[in-house]
């Protein structure tokens, strides 16, 4: 293959952007990929960029996967309201099913949620 930009010369990589032939006097090397120029360069960076933030989101390539903020929030509420639930009732004698009920609504969904993440292996 020869280069886009010189066509006697040989090729010596694909930039990381535009995916054109380079030679080695046109080639850029990003430290990420090869680029043809400037702002190819700094689109290949850009990519780069995504590529990793995709990765943290997903919890790629980690092992210690973060509980997803929607979840804390299911369990947060869960808890609370199944706490002050039981709280009427054992404390106050009062039950109010609503309450409760809400609580472990709460708790359920946050539940299957947490299970099906676990399974597509998300942390988001
Ligand atoms: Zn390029
Ligand atoms: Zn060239």
Do not use: Q
């Amino acid at each position: 293959m020869k280069c886009f930009n010189h066509n006697t010369e040989d090729a010596v990589g694909i930039c990381k952007a535009c995916n054109k032939a380079v030679c080695m006097s046109c080639v850029t090397d990003t430290g990420y990929g090869l680029a043809c120029c400037e702002e190819c360069a700094s689109e290949a960076k850009d990519v780069d960029a995504i590529i990793k933030k995709n990765k943290l989101l997903l919890g790629i390539g980690s092992d210690k996967k973060f509980m997803p903020t929607g979840l804390i929030m299911f369990f947060f509420f869960g808890i609370l309201f199944t706490g002050f639930g039981l709280y009427l009732n054992l404390i106050k004698g009062r039950t109010d099913f609503f309450i409760l009920l809400m609580g472990i609504g709460f708790l359920t969904i946050g539940g299957i949620g947490w299970y099906r993440n676990r399974k597509i292996n998300l942390s988001c």
